[in-house]
């Protein structure tokens, strides 16, 4: 049988302070002192040395005052670790849990697997190299180099002594040491509380439900609304004229149903109570944007007429001025001559020369009438007589006896009349 001279499994060696081994390993020496062998003077020094390293380990070597920090002798000889409580906090860092030494930890702290960390609780947050304090966003805290502080908004500010107080945007409130006040002006009352300063007659009241409309004749809440009691304000039978799709709750309609009058195509007459619902009957005809109402005129009696002119007489200036001509003519080279001859005086002689008051005789091609020898014949003019005056003359008529229809609808608009019910 061989035999193995030593063990090829390398033996984990504790390692000294300095890393230095001490002696051969465990298998090389048990091989120097089995059975048969001779031990030399040197394996018996490694040997020596070997088990020198748990006297030292225990603190028990010459020059040794007990086991290192930390560490210290049961009764029983073993090596412990040295456990206690702190005298100045009454607890120990370190304790033995499942033969696991481990860390005691105290509040706030945590152990993970990548070692001992500050517990997050509310308002903290750690980082991987620090622990900040944790701000609610919008909650009036702002923290930076400084530290925390309170961050002021609108009405809020520091003094010069670095307090928080209020600031009042106007006179209406102060503020003094002993706290906020509203400043009381018309209308605001301060007494346990602040209220609304009421006139006493003023139609509005207070209580603890609040401010409210004292009601009177006429007027009422409705659906917390300030409304007018249409039963107080307008009585049963009123009419008034609407304009409108629907007709409203508590009215009716004014034609002649339900106990209301019918005014449809009728136009309204004032009277008196007695004269109430009175009526001729009779009502307006037509498409809405044509109504009409067509009278007969009274018959006249006469049964024929006619025109009589009375006679006029007419003077010499009334009559149309005008002249004759003379019934005897002349010829142009010869004149005319009177029948009588002034004192035998040729002078006389009325000649042709001035032809002003005579007249030439045309025919009908409007070329002057030439006898057989070429001379024009010519007439005299008598004197002018007459003015063109005017005239008149009277009358007298006799009316036949008829009617006329008239249409005496005025312009109008329509709406239609509804009756209190």
């Not at 000889?77 to 849990?97: A, C, F, Q, V, W």
């Not at 997050?120 to 991987?128: A, E």
């Amino acid at each position: 049988m061989k035999e193995t001279l030593y063990s090829a499994r390398i033996q984990t060696q504790q390692a000294l302070s300095n890393e230095k081994g001490i002696g051969p390993e465990t298998d090389k020496l048990k091989y120097k002192f089995k059975e048969g062998s001779i031990p030399l003077q040197i394996d018996f020094s490694q040997l020596i040395d070997i088990a020198d390293v748990g006297r030292k380990a225990c603190g028990l070597a010459p020059q040794q005052n007990g086991p290192g920090t930390g560490l210290t002798l049961g009764d029983d000889g073993t090596l412990n670790l040295k456990m206690g409580i702190i005298d100045h906090n009454n607890s120990s860092p370190l304790k033995l849990e499942q033969d696991i030494l481990s860390v005691s930890l105290g509040r706030g702290l945590t152990n993970k697997s990548d070692g001992i960390s500050v517990g997050q609780g509310h308002g903290i947050t750690v980082y991987s190299q620090s622990v900040a304090v944790k701000l609610a966003a919008n909650k009036g805290l702002v923290v930076d180099a400084n530290g925390i502080a309170i961050k002021p908004g609108d009405g809020i500010a520091f003094n010069s002594e670095g307090a928080l107080e209020a600031t009042p945007a106007d006179s209406t409130i102060t503020v003094d040491s002993a706290g906020i006040k509203v400043k009381a002006g018309r209308g605001i009352t301060v007494g346990n509380g602040l209220e609304v300063h009421l006139h006493a007659n003023g139609g509005i009241g207070n209580s603890s439900s609040g401010i409210r409309i004292k009601t009177g004749h006429g007027i009422k809440i409705d659906n917390d609304q300030v409304a007018i009691d249409p039963n107080t304000v307008l009585p049963k039978g009123m009419i008034v004229m609407f304009s409108g799709s629907a007709i409203p709750q508590g009215w009716l309609l004014c034609d002649g149903t339900k106990g209301t009058p019918n005014l449809i195509d009728r136009f309204i007459l004032g009277g008196t109570i007695a004269n109430i619902d009175g009526t001729n009957g009779k009502t307006a005809t037509g498409q809405s944007n044509a109504k009409s109402f067509v009278v007969n005129s009274n018959e006249n009696s006469t049964k024929k007429m006619d025109v009589r002119v009375n006679e006029t007489q007419l003077n010499i200036k009334q009559i149309p001025k005008h002249k004759h001509i003379q019934g005897g003519g002349f010829t142009e080279n010869t004149g005319l001559r009177y029948s009588a001859v002034l004192n035998n005086d040729l002078n006389d002689e009325i000649n042709n020369k001035d032809l002003n008051h005579y007249r030439i005789i045309y025919n009908t091609t409007e070329e002057p009438w030439i006898r057989s020898v070429n001379y024009n014949h010519w007439w005299p003019y008598t004197s002018s007589t007459g003015s063109s005056e005017g005239h008149d003359h009277t009358a007298s008529t006799t009316l036949p006896a008829h009617t006329h229809q008239v249409d005496i609808v005025p312009p109008y608009y329509i709406l239609a009349f509804i009756m209190k019910s």
